[in-house]
């Protein structure tokens, strides 16, 4: 079966957690005081636009998490791993997942240590879910386990070196140089918020605080509600955005004019907007419009100054490139035990996938006559982000 990619639909695989701690408060963490004064590399695999870091759980537990600046707290997806653990759980709360309205049980643990190597080691209370929602290892081909939140590392300044596939951490006195770009940003509950300003259209602007979100596989989101406070473009593709936790993603994909913040300008920008429809999304919507995420995050190496508020840029060589985005219309997942098998997890219709005739659920066995035994889910997703008009045989 083939089909011609000539639409405009972009994978969104937000893992945006909001965390409701109803009050109470998690105890701060504690670092290995023997690595003070020094920088710290820790090295990162860039999957699916998601920064995967390697490190253990305990110094015995392999783990994958992703590192997130636009999570509070840091978290893994299943109890399996400190069910092992005698008298962990301290407390039981609710967090609200990426669809901003399904509330998710899940435990507050004491102090675990987290290890990444002989580099760096740390003591963190974690967030547990309580049950298994649903696996975003799928929907990144990858084995992950968690979410990293940056905020852990904040008494350091933290550099993104997307090219290096690194994350340093400087001791917070370190100098940074002159090549960066100071841009002021917010901190609140532990995440960083830069203002922007939007043009949705050549006479349509909005000015923005946005969230600078290393854990969204996505250029940019903004939130849309009943109030209309924001305008739409004209042109969108409405449905089904994607999959988080929590349940699916509905909205709308377009595109914007310009993101600018600063002097740094981001033209046609491909845009997701997610439909806030109760009372706890239209609360988080109030302390930020929007998120930043790393398909516009990589054209840049990052420095983010927690304490004094101040985020360091220089672009690199794919600050002007187009950001490519799929356009069969059809998202594709993994499975078995190995992540090695191939799923159509959903077909955006009027598009080149509907087009052909392919459904929800199907198995992809071939791609192009060759055994989807030669891909990656990686590999498969930018197939599909060819140029319009290129032809893509698929056998299910």
């Known amino acids: 079966?083939?089909?011609?990619?000539?639409?405009?639909?972009?994978?969104?695989?937000?893992?945006?957690?909001?965390?409701?701690?109803?009050?109470?408060?998690?105890?701060?963490?504690?670092?290995?005081?023997?690595?003070?004064?020094?920088?710290?590399?820790?090295?990162?695999?860039?999957?699916?636009?998601?920064?995967?870091?390697?490190?253990?759980?305990?110094?015995?537990?392999?783990?994958?998490l992703i590192f997130d600046t636009g999570a509070e707290h840091t978290i893994?997806?299943?109890?399996?791993?400190?069910?092992?653990?005698?008298?962990?759980?301290?407390?039981?709360?609710?967090?609200?997942?990426?669809?901003?309205q399904q509330e998710i049980p899940a435990y507050v643990t004491s102090p675990l240590g987290l290890s990444f190597g002989d580099q760096y080691s740390i003591n963190t209370p974690l967030i547990v879910l309580k049950e298994k929602i649903n696996d975003i290892s799928q929907v990144i081909g990858e084995p992950v386990h968690g979410i990293?939140?940056?905020?852990?590392?904040?008494?350091?300044?933290?550099?993104?070196?997307?090219?290096?596939?690194?994350?340093?951490?400087?001791?917070?006195?370190?100098?940074?140089?002159a090549s960066f770009t100071a841009v002021p940003i917010q901190i609140y509950k532990n995440k960083p918020y830069l203002s922007t300003r939007i043009c949705i259209s050549d006479t349509l602007s909005h000015s923005l605080n946005l969230l600078l979100d290393t854990g969204a596989s996505l250029s940019l989101m903004m939130y849309s509600d009943s109030t209309g406070n924001l305008q739409l473009p004209d042109k969108m593709i409405p449905g089904y955005l994607g999959s988080g936790l929590g349940g699916v993603l509905n909205g709308y994909v377009g595109k914007i004019n310009l993101l600018q913040f600063d002097t740094f300008k981001i033209q046609q920008v491909i845009t997701h907007f997610l439909k806030i429809q109760t009372s706890i999304g239209r609360t988080e919507s109030q302390s930020k419009a929007g998120l930043i995420g790393n398909h516009i995050l990589d054209k840049f190496q990052l420095i983010f100054d927690y304490k004094s508020e101040k985020l360091y840029l220089k672009t690199t060589k794919s600050y002007k490139k187009k950001i490519d985005y799929d356009k069969s219309g059809m998202i594709v997942i993994s499975g078995g035990l190995d992540l090695n098998s191939f799923y159509i997890a959903h077909i955006l219709q009027g598009t080149p996938s509907a087009n052909a005739g392919l459904m929800e659920n199907d198995q992809i066995s071939k791609i192009n006559s060759w055994p989807t035994s030669f891909y990656s889910l990686s590999k498969i997703n930018r197939l599909l982000q060819q140029k319009a008009g290129k032809k893509i045989k698929l056998v299910v």
Not at 25 to 53: D, H, T
Not at 76 to 100: A, C, H, M
């Open 1 to 64: 079966m083939a089909l011609r990619s000539n639409s405009i639909c972009n994978r969104l695989f937000l893992l945006l957690l909001l965390i409701h701690l109803f009050g109470v408060s998690i105890a701060n963490s504690r670092e290995n005081e023997q690595l003070a004064g020094r920088s710290i590399r820790l090295p990162f695999k860039y999957v699916q636009s998601f920064i995967i870091v390697e490190l253990k759980l305990e110094n015995l537990i392999p783990v994958n």
């Open 76 to 100: 893994l997806f299943e109890k399996k791993w400190t069910d092992l653990f005698p008298n962990v759980y301290q407390r039981e709360i609710r967090v609200i997942g990426s669809d901003l």
């Open 148 to 177: 990293l939140s940056a905020a852990i590392f904040n008494s350091y300044q933290i550099e993104i070196n997307y090219k290096l596939r690194l994350i340093m951490l400087h001791p917070s006195s370190k100098k940074i140089s």
